[in-house]
């Protein structure tokens, strides 16, 4: 069918979804998370760490620097699960806690070269993995993906996401 002659576009046609379409899309989310996730468990599973390690890794190496606070606010995570996860990777020599120079009572969070050298292999498998999906699918398959989990995430999610996006490391 001529879409232009009908009076509807592509776009049109996805408000249109079936429920066996979306379950499809949801069923394929689980997978490709379950994929996404799999390297970096693989290297997680002898250290006693786990994804909660590895997304602090990640943002502390995001932004070297952030405090606690900042970092409860990105994970969504409750102050003692965070104090756990801190207390391990401190503990192990991963990360760095240094007492705020304007405010003592603050804490900024930098990665040791132990836990740069680990974050590093952690994103390397994950990015082999992107880089692979993104150019299987090509470039408008890679701008429709990021619109859709950017339509995803809720208001202060996606905040958060294009404060990231504003400061590239």
Not at 22 to 27: D, S
Not at 141 to 159: P, T
């Amino acid at each position: 069918m001529d879409h232009s002659q009908s009076g509807t576009n592509h776009s049109d046609s996805l408000l249109f979804l079936t429920d066996e379409q979306l379950r499809k899309g949801i069923e394929a989310m689980f997978f490709a998370y379950r994929g996404f996730t799999a390297d970096p468990d693989r290297i997680l599973e002898g250290m006693d760490y786990g994804r909660a390690h590895h997304r602090a890794l990640h943002f502390i190496h995001r932004s070297p620097g952030t405090t606690v606070n900042n970092l409860l606010a990105i994970l969504n995570v409750t102050k003692q699960s965070l104090n756990r996860v801190l207390r391990s990777l401190i503990e192990d020599g991963l990360v760095e806690s240094r007492v705020g120079r304007t405010d003592k009572r603050e804490r900024h969070l930098h990665l040791t070269t132990n836990g740069a050298a680990l974050e590093r292999s952690l994103s390397d498998a994950q990015r082999a993995r992107m880089r692979a999906a993104y150019r299987a699918a090509g470039p408008g398959a890679v701008q429709g993906f990021r619109q859709v989990l950017e339509a995803m995430m809720d208001a202060e999610a996606r905040r958060q996401y294009q404060s990231l996006k504003e400061n590239p490391s």
